[in-house]
């Protein structure tokens, strides 16, 4: 039917410029946004010129790319910067920003990540219109890797980027240490937090079936330091709001009060500032979080 022949012109169009996208990226800290931007910077680290490993796109050719707007760009961006997976500079003139993944960190959170996740978990990719050859699976042991695709070229499935890896890895003569698993009540024990505190706080993330990194509970004592608060205090904070994280920018002060107020009721109030109120509820929650 001629009348169709404009709409599957336009239907093949769409589909000649798919994006790649590790679901991966979002369980390290980098939300959607970012885990869109971060696949994008991967997928052409692997095809840049430089030795360095510097990329150069624009706000226009980010929104071509990926769809994402200058506000969405941005703050992707920052999060991926504060999680120390890109680098930015400036160059030339009119100054023009590149990008830079920062490998080595990106790969000690995701070995952090993995000690966390099932072989089968990781093997289980999800990809929004796969570009020329970009989906990459590590097959371990004799886990088969499943994949759930969406407008997925035909060919695309391309190893050109593993072929010499697995090359390596197969000659080897005996399989790499794996991890040690991640502790996350041991470590935050270790930084000061208490364990009943602590075990509120892996409750609460499990119920979110959010993973708990390292990586991510060092930038949560960074915050609390930045807001001159003890990690003890910040995590109970966290528990009490039912947050996934701490930021020192965020409202938090109102509940430090309340906290004080609990554990020092004979405190003599400031006779200038009103005293903070005390939420129903919140003096039987945080009796059960505090040390015997």
């Given at each position: ?57 624009d706000h226009h050719e980010w929104t ?229």
């Amino acid at each position: 039917m001629p009348e169709h022949i404009p709409i599957i012109k336009l239907i093949e169009a769409m589909n000649e410029q798919p994006i790649a996208f590790n679901k991966h990226y979002v369980f390290l800290g980098c939300g959607i946004n970012g885990a869109l931007m971060l696949s994008q910077l991967v997928y052409w680290t692997a095809r840049t010129k430089d030795r360095d490993g510097w990329v150069y796109k624009d706000h226009h050719e980010w929104t071509q790319e990926t769809g994402l707007t200058r506000k969405e760009q941005h703050t992707a961006r920052k999060t991926l910067k504060s999680l120390g997976f890109i680098s930015e500079k400036k160059h030339g003139v009119p100054p023009r920003v590149f990008f830079r993944v920062e490998r080595e960190n990106l790969y000690k959170a995701l070995i952090e990540y993995s000690a966390t996740t099932t072989s089968i978990q990781l093997c289980h990719t999800e990809q929004l219109n796969v570009p020329n050859g970009t989906i990459e699976c590590a097959e371990q042991h004799n886990h088969t890797c499943h994949t759930e695709q969406l407008n997925v070229p035909k060919g695309a499935r391309n190893t050109e980027n593993t072929t010499e890896n697995t090359t390596d890895i197969n000659l080897g003569a005996s399989a790499p240490e794996q991890p040690k698993k991640f502790s996350a009540k041991k470590f935050l024990i270790e930084n000061g937090v208490s364990e009943k505190t602590a075990q509120e706080f892996i409750d609460l993330k499990n119920k979110k079936r959010k993973t708990i990194t390292d990586r991510s509970l060092k930038i949560i004592f960074n915050q609390a330091i930045e807001a001159k608060l003890s990690n003890e205090r910040v995590f109970q904070i966290i528990v009490l709001r039912g947050w996934e994280s701490f930021k020192a920018a965020w409202n938090w002060a109102e509940t430090n009060a309340e906290i004080e107020q609990l554990e020092n009721p004979q405190a003599t109030p400031n006779p200038d500032q009103p005293a903070a109120p005390v939420f129903k509820g919140v003096a039987k929650k945080f009796k059960g979080m505090s040390n015997d």
